[in-house]
């Protein structure tokens, strides 16, 4: 099993509760689906572990009780993220009826509703994730290095990826300096606006970076060329910074910049996503409403994650558009 781990960039230490079962799945469906999807669904799999472990059975055989009890537990503020969830774990359990694994030889994963999805919102939360854009350009002024400010802006414009690949690959010449457009590494094409190429300029230029501790230290940064994020002189390794010092930065900067406590890479990437729905609709004298029903491929060329269902989405952050 350990091997195929490796294949499917799954570490050792990611643990699931009936792991061969899943390993066969996510081997079967890794040449399927995108890598996005085959990451999302190895975090559902390790974080359902404790609850299948407690039920003493797999996540194919859940009762609908046992699936809203988990949903709840994940504490997540958007009903998307949780529709994309189940509809994955429908998916999967479909997988284990033709092998005979579901006792009822029922998808209980088809009985969950979008209302009590709506239900096991974390609504608190959600409100407490959303920033405006005049809120993150006030933290840009503070006294932080040029990676940071680049790591913020770019997610709240949208650059992001599978594993934020988007910005740990990316280098200077993958920037037209005279257009701003970029090719990132997920093969999008995007134009930077000016100050997130100025903070990508800065941060390539940055020998060392200034931690966010208490008390205020450098620590020198490996050379990687024109890499826009450098990797600390102390990393394991001189690849791409990982998708897990990304996370731990964010936490950093939230305590840091004292934005909200419960704000992280996805909520800042939607409250992006929400500003650029009502700068564009403002822009063509429409309401957000009918720019998100009317013009979603120009929000998915800036943003690629789909909105899974518009209503709900508008209901969900009714509070945040204009």
């Known amino acids: 099993m350990q091997e195929l781990k490796e294949k499917l960039g799954i570490g050792n230490e990611q643990k699931f509760y009936n792991e061969k079962i899943k390993l066969m799945y996510l081997e079967e469906k890794a040449s399927l689906l995108q890598p996005l999807s085959i990451s999302n669904l190895v975090n559902y799999f390790e974080r359902a572990k404790d609850f299948e472990e407690i039920a003493d059975c797999d996540l194919c055989n859940f009762t609908p009780n046992q699936i809203i009890n988990f949903y709840k537990s994940l504490s997540l503020s958007s009903v998307q993220t949780l529709i994309v969830i189940n509809t994955q774990l429908k998916n999967y359990t479909l997988w284990c009826m033709n092998k005979n694994m579901v006792i009822t030889g029922m ?9 009590t999805l709506l239900d096991c919102v974390n609504s608190i939360d959600k409100n407490t994730r959303i920033i405006t854009r005049e809120t993150l350009e006030s933290s840009l002024q ?3 290095s040029a990676c940071d400010k680049f790591l913020l802006l770019a997610t709240f414009e949208g650059i992001r990826g599978s594993k934020m690949k988007e910005q740990t690959h990316l280098r200077l010449k993958d920037i037209d300096k ?25 941060s390539a230029k940055e020998t060392e970076y200034i931690t966010l501790s208490a008390i205020r230290k450098t620590k020198p940064l490996m050379e990687c060329g024109d890499m826009v994020i450098k990797p ?53 004298g429409l309401s957000s409403k009918d720019y998100l029903f009317n013009y979603e491929d120009m929000i998915m060329q800036k943003y690629p994650s789909k909105i899974q269902a518009k209503k709900i989405y508008l209901e969900e952050y009714k509070d945040f558009f204009e």
């Not at 457009?181 to 800065?202: D, I, P």
């Open 107 to 115: 998808n209980p994963y088809e009985e969950i509703t979008r209302k």
């Open 232 to 284: 600390s002189i102390n990393a394991r390794n001189d690849g791409p910074v990982s998708n897990h010092v990304m996370i731990m930065k964010m936490k950093r900067l939230v305590n840091f910049l004292d934005l909200p406590p419960n704000m992280n890479l996805n909520s800042l990437y939607e409250s992006g996503r929400i500003d650029f729905i009502n700068r564009e609709s403002k822009k063509m």
């Open 142 to 144: 503070a006294e932080i």
């Open 178 to 202: 005279k257009t701003l457009e970029c090719k990132l590494s997920t093969g999008r094409k995007v134009k930077f606006s000016e100050q997130l190429y100025k903070y990508a300029k800065e």
